[in-house]
C-alpha cells in the first residue's frame, strides 16, 4: 500500500496538466469534477496510507519511497524519493483534506469567473507542489516544492489580473518571498558543503556528530534555514506581502495564505529541528521573533476595515504562535497548533469569502452589518472559528492548542516570563480584534442587503471545518484536564518532548483560568466598544492622537513605508539614472557614429563639378607625394 | 636659343594666363590659340618640326575652332560677362591657387630631383616618327582609329534633337 | 645652336599644368573649364616631347600624336555634352547642373 503514495502528490499535478492543456474545450460541469476529483481522489489515498501507517508502523517510524536519482553530479546525488512518516502524515492529511473541502467551495464561488480553468488548473499545481514540499526526502526536492508553492502563490494571488494592483500584491508577494528563498539557498549551499549530501534523514544523523552544540557554524545553518521560513511564513521582518495578497479570491487566501503556504516555515524548522537544536541562538530567535511578530500583528488587525485584512493579520499573528513553539522546543504543540489553526482560519477565510460573495464583492466590514438574521448557516460557522482563534475556553479546539503554547512559554526550559506576557497579551488582543470583526460583521444594523444566498456547495465545507474546530481539540488534553496525548504520542517518534523547565503541576490549572478569561474578557471588550458604544472608539479614531495612531496600525506598523524608503527609492533612483541604459549606449553608440560618418560623407556630394575636380587634385596631390616621400 | 625659348616660354604663359581669366569667352580664346601657337614654336625648338605643324593644325586649327562654332552657336559671349565679374574675386580663385602650388612644388621637385643634362637640338625627322608608329605603335594607331570612330558616333548621337514629329511611315494609327 | 636645360623645359610644362589646373577649378562656364583641360592636355603633351628630345627618341612625339587625337575626340564628345546641357537647362552654369547632389 504504502508504495503507492506517489500518488498523492501526482494525482493534482496530473490534474493541472489535463486542465492546462484542455481546459479550453471541457464544460463548466467537468471543470470542476477534474480539479475537485483530484485532489479528492489524493485525500482518499492519503486516508488509506494513513490508517496503514497507523495499524502497522513501519521500522524506525517512516517510510522512503525512492522513485529515481534526480541528478548525479561530482558525488552529490539527490533522487526523487518521499519520507513519510508521523509529521508527513499530519501535514499531508491537513494539506489535502482542508484542500479537498476548499476545491469543492471554489467549485460553486468560482463558477461564473470566465477563467474557471485557469483558476482549478493553479489550485491543483498548488496543492501537488506543497504535497512534494512536505513529502520530500531531500532538501533539493523540498525546494523545487517551495519554490512550486512560491510561483502558484504569485499566479493565484494575481488571479484577477487585469486589475494591475491584484498584479502589483502578486509581484510584491514574490519578490518579498525571494528574499527569504534566497537566505534557504545560502543554508542549502552551507549544508551540502558540510555533508555533501542535502537527504534529510542523513543530515539530522550527521550534524551532532560532525557539529558540536551552540558552534558558529549550526548558528548560521539554522539561521539561513530560518530566513526562507520567515518569508514563506510572512513573519517579522518579511510580513508585508501578506496583507496584500488578499487580492487574490477567497479560496486561495484560505488555502494558501491561512492552512498551508504560510505554514510551510513551520514545517521546515520542525522537519530539521536537529539542526535548530544544536543552536540555542536559533532557537531563541525562532521564539522571539515569534512572540514580536504575533504582538504587532495583532495590533495591526485591530484598525482594520477590511475584513479579509484582518484575517491576514490575524494568520500573521497565529504563524507567530507556531514559531513561539518551536522555538521553546514544544515541537508538537507548534505542530497542534498549525492543524488546529488550519482548520479554523480556513473556515474564517470561506466565511469570509461567503459574505463578501452574497454582499455582491463589498469587503468594507463597516458597510456589513445584522448579517446574523440573513446568512445564519455563516454566521453560526463564522462564530465557531472565531471561538477557535479567540480559544474561547473549553468548547473550542483552539483552547486547547493556545493553552499548551502558553503553559510552554512560561514552564518549558527555554521559556521566560516575558516570552509568556507576549503571548499572553496577544491572546488578549486576538480575542479582542476576532470579535470586533464578529460584531461589526454579524450584529447591529443592516447596512448592505444580501443579493443571493450562498449555495450547498459552499455551506457544507462550512459545517464541516466549523465541526473539526469545536471537536479537533480533543484528541490533545492538557495534563490537568484528561491528560489525552493522543496527537502527541503520535507525533513523538519524529519530534522530541518538550523540555520543562521547572515543574509547575498546580501553577497549570491557573494559567488555564488565565487563558480562558482572557478570551472571554476580550469578548466583552469588544461588545464594549463596537457594539455598544461605537461612539467612543469614532471619536478616539478622529483625535489627533488617534488618527495618526490609526494611520500608523492600519499600515502594518510602517514596515511598508520603511521598506519603500529604505530599498524600493534607492533601487528606483539607480534604475532612472540608468534608464539609457549605459551598456546599451555601447551598441547604440556604434550605430549613431555609423550614422554620423554617414552623414559627413554624403554631405561631400554636392553634385557641383568643381567640388569634384578639386577632389581629383588633391589625390593626385597626397599620391604624388605619398610616392615621392615614402 | 636660349633667348628664344625664354621669350617664347614667356609668352606661353602669359597667353595661358590671360586666357583663364578673361571674362569674354572668345577673348579666352583666342589668347588660348596664341598660347598654342607659342608652344608649338617651342616644340620646333626642341627637335619636333612635324609635331609643331600638328599642334597649330589640329589643336589650333580644329579643336580650337570647334569651340568657338560652339561659343557662336551658343551665344555665350554675353552672358558670361557679367556673371564672370563677380566670379573674379580673390574667395573663389585662392583656393586652386593654392593647390595648383603644391602641386606644382611637388613637380619641380621631381623634375629638379634629375642631374642637369642640356638638350641637343638635332631634329627627330617625321621619317622615324612615322616609322616608329606604324612598326612599333601600330596597335596605338588602331586602337585610336576606333577611339577617334566612337568619338564621332558619340557626338553624333548625344547632340541629336529629338523629333516631336514622326515620319509619316513611322507613325502609328 | 645653344642647348636649353630639360630644367626649364619640364618647368614650363609644369608651370602650364598648374595654369591649366587653376582654370579647371575657378571657371564657371562649363565651355572654359573645357578650355582650360585643353591646357592641361598640352601642357602634359609638351612634358612628352621634351622627354623624347633628351633621349632623342621619336617615342615622346608618338605619344603626342596619341594625345592629340584623343583631345581631339573628347573635345567632340565634350562639346556634344555641352550642347545638350544647353538645350536642356538653357544656363552654361555649372553650379546649376548639381542634381546628382546627395
Known amino acids: ?630 | 636659343m636660349m633667348i628664344l625659348f625664354l621669350i617664347t616660354a614667356f609668352v606661353a604663359i602669359a597667353a595661358s594666363i590671360l586666357a583663364i581669366t578673361r571674362t569674354n569667352a572668345v577673348h579666352a580664346l583666342l589668347n588660348l590659340i596664341v598660347s598654342f601657337i607659342a608652344i608649338a614654336i617651342i616644340l620646333f625648338l626642341l627637335g619636333a618640326p612635324f609635331i609643331a605643324a600638328l599642334e597649330v593644325v589640329v589643336y589650333a586649327g580644329a579643336i580650337m575652332v570647334l569651340f568657338i562654332f560652339v561659343i557662336m552657336m551658343l551665344n555665350v559671349g554675353a552672358e558670361t560677362e557679367e556673371k564672370k565679374s563677380k566670379w573674379l574675386s580673390p574667395k573663389i580663385w585662392i583656393g586652386p591657387a593654392i593647390l595648383s602650388l603644391v602641386l606644382f612644388l611637388e613637380l619641380t621637385y621631381v623634375v629638379l630631383s634629375e642631374s642637369e643634362i642640356l638638350l641637343q637640338s638635332s631634329q627627330i625627322t617625321p621619317k622615324e616618327v612615322g616609322i616608329s608608329l606604324f612598326t612599333q605603335y601600330i596597335l596605338g594607331i588602331e586602337l585610336v582609329a576606333i577611339m577617334l570612330m566612337a568619338g564621332i558616333i558619340g557626338a553624333y548621337h548625344i547632340s541629336r534633337v529629338k523629333r516631336k514629329v514622326k515620319h509619316r511611315f513611322l507613325k502609328e494609327e | ?102
Not at chain 1, 475584513?307 to 500573521?316: D, E, G, H, N, W
Not at chain 1, 443571493?452 to 466549523?466: E, Q
Not at chain 3, 596619341?66 to 550642347?83: C, Q, T
Open chain 3, 1 to 102: 645652336m645653344s642647348q636649353i636645360p630639360v630644367h626649364y623645359a619640364m618647368l614650363l610644362a609644369a608651370i602650364l599644368f598648374a595654369i591649366g589646373l587653376i582654370g579647371v577649378l575657378s571657371r564657371r562656364n562649363i565651355i572654359l573649364m573645357l578650355m582650360s583641360v585643353e591646357i592641361m592636355l598640352n601642357a602634359a603633351g609638351l612634358a612628352f616631347i621634351i622627354a623624347g628630345s633628351r633621349w632623342l627618341q621619336p617615342d615622346g612625339q608618338v605619344m603626342f600624336i596619341f594625345i592629340l587625337a584623343m583631345a581631339a575626340a573628347e573635345v567632340s564628345v565634350g562639346l556634344a555634352l555641352i550642347v545638350q546641357m544647353y538645350q536642356q537647362h538653357k544656363t552654361l552654369d555649372v553650379n546649376s547642373i548639381n542634381k546628382m547632389k546627395g
Open chain 1, 1 to 630: 500500500m504504502m508504495n503507492f503514495i506517489w500518488l498523492i502528490p501526482f494525482i493534482p499535478f496530473l490534474g493541472f496538466l489535463v486542465l492546462v492543456f484542455w481546459g479550453k474545450y471541457l464544460s463548466k460541469r467537468t471543470i470542476p469534477l477534474v480539479g475537485v476529483g483530484s485532489v479528492g481522489f489524493a485525500s482518499l489515498i492519503t486516508i488509506l496510507a494513513g490508517i496503514n501507517f497507523l495499524s502497522n508502523p513501519p521500522a524506525n517510524d517512516f517510510f522512503e519511497l525512492k522513485l529515481w536519482t534526480w541528478m548525479n553530479v561530482g558525488g552529490f546525488a539527490p533522487s526523487i524519493g518521499f519520507h513519510f512518516d508521523a509529521l508527513t502524515l499530519a501535514f499531508v492529511f491537513v494539506i489535502t483534506f482542508v484542500g479537498f473541502l476548499i476545491h469543492v467551495y471554489s467549485a460553486e464561488y468560482m463558477h461564473d469567473d470566465d477563467d474557471y480553468a485557469r483558476f482549478f488548473a493553479y489550485m491543483n499545481l498548488f496543492v501537488s507542489a506543497m504535497l512534494m514540499l512536505v513529502m520530500a526526502d531531500n532538501l533539493v526536492l523540498m525546494y523545487l516544492g517551495w519554490e512550486g508553492v512560491g510561483l502558484c502563490s504569485f499566479l493565484l494571488i494575481g488571479f484577477w489580473y487585469k486589475e494591475s494592483a491584484n498584479a502589483a500584491a502578486a509581484r510584491k508577494a514574490f519578490i518579498v518571498t525571494r528574499v527569504g528563498d534566497t537566505a534557504m539557498a545560502l543554508g542549502l549551499f552551507l549544508l551540502i558543503i558540510h555533508f555533501n549530501t542535502l537527504d534529510i534523514h542523513e543530515i539530522l544523523q550527521k550534524a551532532p556528530v560532525q557539529w558540536a552544540e551552540g558552534s558558529s557554524i549550526a548558528t548560521w545553518a539554522a539561521l539561513l534555514l530560518l530566513g526562507g521560513a520567515l518569508g514563506k511564513s510572512a513573519q517579522v521582518p518579511l510580513q508585508t506581502w501578506l496583507p496584500d495578497a488578499m487580492a487574490g479570491p477567497s479560496p486561495v487566501s484560505a488555502l494558501i495564505h491561512a492552512a498551508t503556504m504560510v505554514t510551510a516555515g513551520v514545517y521546515l524548522i520542525a522537519r530539521n529541528h536537529v539542526l535548530f537544536e544544536l543552536s540555542p541562538i536559533a532557537m531563541e530567535t525562532v521564539a522571539i521573533i515569534g512572540a514580536v511578530t504575533l504582538l504587532l500583528a495583532g495590533f495591526a488587525a485591530i484598525a482594520q476595515y477590511d475584513i479579509k485584512r484582518v484575517l491576514a493579520y490575524s494568520t500573521i499573528s497565529q504563524i507567530g504562535y507556531m514559531f513561539l513553539a518551536l522555538g521553546l522546543g514544544a515541537w508538537s504543540a507548534g505542530i497542534f497548533h498549525f492543524m488546529i489553526h488550519a482548520f479554523f482560519k480556513a473556515l474564517l477565510f470561506l466565511g469570509a469569502g461567503a459574505v463578501i460573495h452574497a454582499l455582491h464583492n463589498e469587503q468594507n466590514m463597516f458597510k456589513m452589518g445584522g448579517l446574523k438574521k440573513e446568512l445564519p448557516v455563516i454566521f453560526w460557522t463564522f462564530l465557531a472559528g472565531s471561538g477557535a482563534l479567540a480559544a474561547l475556553p473549553l468548547i473550542t479546539a483552539g483552547f486547547y492548542s493556545k493553552d499548551q503554547i502558553l503553559w510552554f512559554a512560561w514552564s518549558s526550559e527555554k521559556g521566560s516570563p516575558l516570552l509568556w506576557a507576549a503571548a499572553f497579551f496577544g491572546a488578549f488582543v486576538t480575542s479582542i480584534y476576532t470579535f470586533r470583526m464578529v460584531f461589526i460583521t454579524f450584529f447591529g444594523n443592516v447596512k448592505t442587503h444580501v443579493h443571493h444566498s450562498p449555495g450547498k456547495m459552499i455551506k457544507i465545507p462550512l459545517i464541516v471545518l466549523a465541526t473539526l474546530s469545536i471537536v479537533g481539540g480533543f484528541i490533545e488534553l492538557p495534563h490537568n484536564f484528561g491528560h489525552i496525548t493522543i496527537f502527541s504520542d503520535f507525533l513523538s517518534p519524529v519530534l522530541p518532548e518538550v523540555v520543562l523547565g521547572h515543574e509547575g503541576g498546580n501553577t497549570e490549572l491557573l494559567f488555564q483560568l488565565f487563558t480562558g478569561a482572557t478570551g472571554l474578557v476580550g469578548i466583552y471588550i469588544a461588545w464594549f466598544f463596537w457594539f455598544k458604544n461605537p461612539s467612543i472608539v469614532y471619536n478616539l479614531k478622529t483625535s489627533s492622537f488617534g488618527k495618526s495612531l490609526h494611520g500608523y496600525l492600519i499600515n502594518g506598523l510602517g514596515f511598508d513605508w520603511l521598506y519603500d524608503h529604505a530599498f524600493v527609492r534607492p533601487f528606483t533612483w539607480i534604475s532612472n539614472i540608468n534608464k539609457n541604459d549605459a551598456i546599451d549606449l555601447l551598441y547604440t553608440g556604434i550605430a549613431n557614429g555609423a550614422q554620423g560618418l554617414n552623414k559627413s560623407f554624403s554631405r561631400m556630394q554636392t553634385g557641383n563639378i568643381r567640388w569634384y575636380a578639386t577632389g581629383i587634385v588633391i589625390g593626385l596631390i597626397i599620391t604624388l607625394a605619398m610616392v615621392l616621400f615614402l
